[in-house]
């Protein structure tokens, strides 16, 4: 199994550029989300999804969308990148949706806003 | 609301010796899970360590234990026998459902040979 995979590592966007951040899994999870980390604040919620076509927002949903068409994909969308989305967004999937156990999360894409 | 509080910014440690990062929690749903992940300066984010809130014993994976206190809010992560691998940020998190984690601002663990 490959896991959590995430693409791109790193990526430079211009203010007002829109992007995809990929996320991929292949452990048949029902659980997938993405998370913010910037300097001194830990990891926030952005959103997540309970399972294929079911998505809800976390902590800070605000400029990002995500939609969740299968069980392995589950893309978070910039549509106009703002510097203050200037972070590395990682992304984690989990087992059962009753359960309250582990996360897996991906590597990582830091992203920059110029 | 739920909420994870690091104090220490900060901590170090000589190689072989214990030390103890420490954790407290704000919730008030009566079932939830307590979490340590370990993040390497490559910036992965790795799981070490698990203990829900019904769980009557503290857990323990390893050279990590966590002190689950659970009238004081508190879980502390003990790390037994520091090596310089060690030497990262550690987030502690909380899951009071959903699987929506909620984490702490970090310690960073410097281990010294």
């Known amino acids: 199994n490959a896991g959590v995979t995430q693409t791109p590592k790193f990526q430079v966007l211009k203010t007002g550029q829109s992007m995809t951040l990929q996320c991929a899994q292949d452990m048949n999870h029902e659980y997938m989300s993405w998370y913010r980390q910037d300097p001194g604040m830990g990891l926030r919620l952005i959103h997540y999804s309970v399972g294929a076509g079911i998505t809800d927002q976390g902590e800070v949903p605000n400029g990002y969308n995500v939609s969740r068409s299968t069980t392995e994909d589950f893309p978070l969308r910039l549509l106009s990148a703002a510097p203050s989305q200037t972070s590395v967004y990682f992304c984690a999937s989990s087992p059962s949706s009753g359960s309250l156990g582990e996360q897996f999360f991906g590597p990582g894409t830091r992203l920059t806003v110029l | 609301a739920q909420k994870i509080t690091q104090t220490q910014p900060g901590m170090f440690v000589q190689e072989k010796e214990a030390v103890t990062l420490d954790c407290t929690y704000d919730?008030?749903?009566?079932?939830?899970?307590l979490f340590w992940y370990k993040q390497p300066s490559s910036g992965e984010m790795i799981f070490l360590i698990y203990q829900g809130s019904y769980d009557q014993q503290n857990a323990t994976e390893g050279r990590y234990s966590l002190n689950f206190q659970k009238a004081r809010k508190s879980a502390n992560l003990v790390i037994s026998a520091s090596q310089l691998g060690d030497s990262a940020m550690y987030f502690c998190a909380m899951n009071t459902g959903f699987q929506k984690l909620v984490f702490g601002t970090g310690t960073r663990l410097l281990v010294s040979p």
């Open positions: 919730t008030s749903d009566p079932s939830y899970g």
